[in-house]
């Protein structure tokens, strides 16, 4: 396959994570990089020697561009990808798809009117550990889902007081920037689209929002979000834990790592689900076993897989117009939905 030109839009710090990620990928190039910094344009385009413009108007200028990576914070999302998929160009869009549902609603008729692919970058649905997780379900091996929780105590403080994500008006507040990861992964998992039972949030001295906490349910499963931005990258941790009726299953790190199975099930029944090979089987006192499945490799190097698998999903629907994403904008419509909701 020749490899479909990219243009990515908004070199900043995870603008500039995805570029290295796509310059390793066979099935993409790297052919221009645009943003309002001139220095950042200029710096990130001389890194993969593409072209770098000042602004994604001048970008879509650029014949060569089939597909644009759009990276800007939240609250350009909406106008950047209609002009995106009003320029005939396939979008790759950061997380959250817009701010609000009828901006969502309006880029999917957009992209439809237009014969343009979207897909959005929700690496949860990339990640080995969440897809182990969500085929055990599918086929029932633990028995029925009862119970979803997330607890996600994420690097807040190592984003400065004027920092985008602050402002409900840029980022669309914490449900909306952030949460939309795992309502769309805990729908996945559960196989329903979910809806949001209770809420609450906490606000810092300065006003801004960093903690907030709700309960939801998807079908017969209850569900529990905990997301508190209150520590450092020293100190950050998230845990989601599954309870099926015969085990439980546990994700580690906000991109995990690992999955953790306690059950009393034969591990016959678990290893081929398992992405790596897990560590011997431990037997507690209670005659239940624990599995261990980890990636050797590390955070870093999971979530640019991740990164590189959602791309890698887009080009090949760009030149196979037959192929079905695996990431959809109505699922990343629907994941919004419950952030929103949540918001309110
Ligand atoms: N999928 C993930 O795992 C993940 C992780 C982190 C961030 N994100 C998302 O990535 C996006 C970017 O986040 P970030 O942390 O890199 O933000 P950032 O503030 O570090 O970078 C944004 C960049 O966009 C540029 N920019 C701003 N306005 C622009 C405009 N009108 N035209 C062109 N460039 C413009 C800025 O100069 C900056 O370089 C956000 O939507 C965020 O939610 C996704």
């Given at each position: ?15 500039l994570f995805c570029l290295d990620a796509f310059a390793e ?236 199975i306690v059950t009393p099930l034969s591990s016959d029944l ?75």
């Amino acid at each position: 396959m020749k490899p479909v030109p990219i243009g990515l839009v908004g070199a900043g710090a995870f603008g500039l994570f995805c570029l290295d990620a796509f310059a390793e990928m066979p099935e993409v190039r790297i052919a221009a990089v645009a943003d309002t910094d001139f220095g950042r344009a200029d710096a990130a385009a001389a890194r993969h020697q593409a072209k770098a413009y000042y602004s994604l108007d001048a970008m879509l200028k650029d014949a060569s561009v089939e597909i644009v990576a759009l990276n800007t914070p939240p609250f350009l999302h909406a106008e950047g990808g209609l002009a995106v998929v009003r320029s005939g160009r396939h979008l790759f869009a950061e997380k959250p798809l817009t701010l609000t549902l009828e901006e969502g609603e309006i880029l999917l008729q957009e992209a439809r009117a237009n014969r343009v692919r979207l897909t959005v970058d929700y690496v949860m649905r990339r990640n080995p550990f969440w897809d182990a997780t969500t085929r055990l379900r599918r086929d029932g091996v633990l028995g029925a889902l009862l119970h979803m929780d997330l607890i996600n105590h994420a690097a807040g403080l190592d984003l400065p007081p004027s920092h985008w994500f602050w402002e409900r008006e840029k980022s669309g507040g914490i449900w909306v920037e952030h949460g939309v990861h795992f309502f769309d992964a805990f729908a996945w998992v559960s196989g329903y689209a979910g809806e949001i039972t209770g809420v609450q949030s906490f606000a810092r001295a300065d006003g801004a929002v960093d903690r907030v906490e709700c309960l939801a349910r998807f079908g017969a499963a209850a569900a529990h979000f905990y997301h508190g931005f209150t520590h450092s990258a020293r100190t950050e941790q998230t845990t989601v834990r599954l309870t099926f009726e015969q085990g439980y299953v546990t994700l580690r790190e906000w991109v995990p790592t690992s999955i953790e199975i306690v059950t009393p099930l034969s591990s016959d029944l678990l290893i081929d689900y398992l992405p790596s090979e897990a560590e011997p089987v431990e037997t507690t006192p209670t005659g239940t076993f624990r599995l261990i499945s980890r990636a050797p490799e590390g955070k870093s190097a999971v979530y640019r897989a991740c990164i590189q698998a959602g791309m890698s999903d887009l080009a090949r629907a760009v030149r196979e117009p037959e192929h079905s994403l695996s990431v959809t904008g109505q699922e990343a419509l629907n994941s919004l939905r419950l952030a929103v909701q949540a918001s309110r």
